[in-house]
């Protein structure tokens, strides 16, 4: 069975409580009649230039704020490179649930950001939470988070050099696995890094060295079937380093896990782990 949520205690206290990534909690895509009368659909952000590029995703984002106001949390969806601003939200009232659309997005790198400056995130709020859909595939979201949480958003979904493995439905790649990534940021955010690889040592994803200190960032990739290696290397240090949390999750393609890992890292440790997909 899949657990609705990681155990707060083995993330430590700096970490909020996990995501739920289970399929009867976020379902793909969220059916707009579950989300109530009080949904309100911000206007659909098209592209600036008069030709649309050839190969584009559509991205879905539900905030939901339902029974708790806050006008202390923002968010921004924008283009890594040029920080161009596509999609933007705040001011939540109460009970609110909204649901942003931006319709054909070019292939390239993005960043989904939540912040709250109170440094409270959702505060106590049960129901509230963030999800994010390319083209209805759900990628990454959270129930909780204190001053920021960063999701990072690869398109194409799937690495982008794996195409002579890939199984191909109507022209795009299927994914045999979903990998999700979180890690929480210490006090010397530019000291944590991670890589993926297949079984030839090829590095398929990678990120870090972060900037920001207790931050929360996210990862989502889409996996062909193979032999896969993740490892996260710590190199903290100083007067008083402090362990970082992170968490793995990867399912297969009907929802079953293939690993749940959650762990302390230590200053100047690394750890790796395996796993395998759909052979």
């Known amino acids: 069975?899949?657990?609705?949520?990681?155990?707060?205690?083995?993330?430590?206290?700096?970490?909020?409580?996990?995501?739920?990534?289970?399929?009867?909690?976020?379902?793909?895509?969220?059916?707009?009649?579950?989300?109530?009368?009080?949904?309100?659909?911000?206007?659909?952000?098209?592209?600036?230039?008069?030709?649309?590029?050839?190969?584009?995703?559509?991205?879905?984002?539900?905030?939901?704020?339902?029974?708790?106001?806050?006008?202390?949390?923002?968010?921004?969806?924008?283009?890594?490179?040029?920080?161009?601003?596509?999609?933007?939200?705040?001011?939540?009232?109460?009970?609110?649930?909204?649901?942003?659309?931006?319709k054909c997005i070019e292939q390239d790198d993005y960043v989904f950001k939540i912040t709250n400056s109170g440094g409270n995130g959702f505060g106590e709020c049960s129901t509230c939470g963030y999800y994010l859909y390319v083209d209805e595939r759900f990628i990454g979201g959270n129930t909780a988070f204190i001053d920021a949480d960063i999701v990072n958003v690869r398109l194409p979904l799937y690495?982008?050099?794996?195409?002579?493995?890939?199984?191909?439905?109507?022209?795009?790649?299927t994914c045999i696995g979903d990998f999700f990534l979180g890690i929480v940021t210490g006090d010397n955010p530019q000291g944590i890094t991670w890589v993926l690889t297949n079984e030839d040592g090829e590095t398929l994803f990678q990120g870090g060295p972060y900037s920001k200190v207790f931050e929360s960032y996210r990862e989502f990739a889409c996996l062909p079937d193979g032999h896969f290696t993740f490892t996260v290397y710590n190199s903290e240090d100083g007067a008083s380093p402090l362990s970082i949390p992170y968490f793995v999750y990867v399912f297969g393609i009907e929802w079953d896990i293939i690993i749940l890992q959650s762990s302390l890292l230590s200053f100047n440790t690394s750890e790796s782990t395996s796993f395998v997909l759909g052979v």
């Not at 059916?31 to 600036?48: F, M």
């Not at 890594?80 to 933007?88: A, C, F, H, N, P």
């Not at 690495?159 to 790649?173: C, H, K, T």
Request: glycine letters at 6%; aromatic letters at 8%.
């Open 1 to 102: 069975s899949i657990p609705s949520s990681l155990p707060t205690s083995s993330l430590g206290p700096s970490m909020p409580d996990a995501p739920t990534y289970t399929p009867t909690r976020v379902p793909s895509p969220l059916p707009t009649s579950t989300l109530g009368p009080s949904v309100s659909v911000a206007p659909t952000h098209t592209p600036t230039s008069s030709s649309a590029p050839t190969i584009c995703y559509d991205i879905r984002i539900v905030i939901s704020m339902k029974g708790f106001e806050n006008d202390e949390t923002s968010w921004e969806f924008y283009q890594k490179r040029s920080r161009e601003v596509i999609l933007q939200g705040g001011q939540f009232q109460d009970d609110a649930i909204e649901e942003y659309e931006a």
């Open 159 to 173: 690495q982008r050099e794996l195409n002579d493995d890939m199984v191909f439905f109507n022209g795009q790649p």
